[in-house]
């Protein structure tokens, strides 16, 4: 059996080496490595060291030989090690790039092969993703926007206006709402849950996909929601009765008070008919008033945010048998949206005025 292996440090070496290991921004490679000598300067066999950290003795060995040789720069690897990067940061920015201007979607095997066909680089996909998220760029959902079709210097007077009413509300000048429609289908789309591992959750689909079911809903925020149920799509006649009552209930508020009541609403088509425009005049000498959003602005009314929790919270993952089923579940969802937010909601029926 041969001499045993053993390294001497002086107190500077030792405490270098130390501060080395206690270190958060070095590889920890080169962590271990200081570990290593300064365990063996203390007394430790190298087959303990090996045993410790579940390296093979020659690799010991190896560590300790190249400190004695090259003290402090033993412990870091030779230049030039593994292959040689086949990418570079300009080929990663090109793609971030072109994920921000070009108005399609790409999935890692997509970009795998424009790399290869326009920047002459050559990964895998699963390359690819991993170096993608090195760069913060990760896969994630994407939506729906209308913005290169607004306006913006109409936007920013509309939206300067509208705080103005929000500020209004606030101090309980004037009473501020805002009105929509939105629909549900009988079958949701899929989406994820809890469920055991090595199992998968299966959603039959019912018989027929149905019609769809559309809503109109007129929201004072954390104050109260009214709204109608149709089958297929709203007439001015039904939007024409949901705001008659509002209407009806401004024009009262309006002489005990003196406060006028202002509804925020897109451009829809039953929101401007001619029919409807003709009832403008009536509407604000009972202290009714129409605020129109700017087109292609829908993010600007408050209720798209009541539609989304309605959607997601209440009524994602189901299937119904049919539209009654949806009505009523849609109706269960309004009420458990409002105890939870501690406001009214109120349905107004509209059987004679909903289009089949």
Known sequence: MGARLRVFLTPEEDRTLLELFRATTLPQRVKDRASVVRLNA???????????????????RDTLHRWEKKGLGGLWDKPGRGSKAKWKDADINYVEECLKQEPRTYNSKQLAEKLAAERQVFLSPDRLRRVLKKKGIIWKRTRISHKNKQDPEEKQIKQADLDMLKFAAAAGEIDLKYLDESGFCLWSSVGYTYFPKKEQKRQEQTRIRGRRLSILGIMQPKVGFNYGLAIGIFTSKSYIKMMEIEAEEASVELAKTGRIRVIVQDNGSIHKSLEVQSKWPLWELQGLYIFLLPKYCSEMNEIELEWQHLKRDELAGR??????????????????????????????????????
């Open 319 to 356: 299937m119904f048998e049919d539209e009654l089923d949806l009505a009523y579940a849609v109706m269960a969802g309004v009420e458990s949206r409002s105890t939870e937010g501690d406001y009214t909601a109120k349905r107004v029926k509209l059987n004679s005025c909903s289009s089949s």
């Open 42 to 60: 203390h007394g430790w066999y190298v087959e303990k060291i090996a045993s410790h950290f579940k390296w093979s003795i020659s690799r010991v």
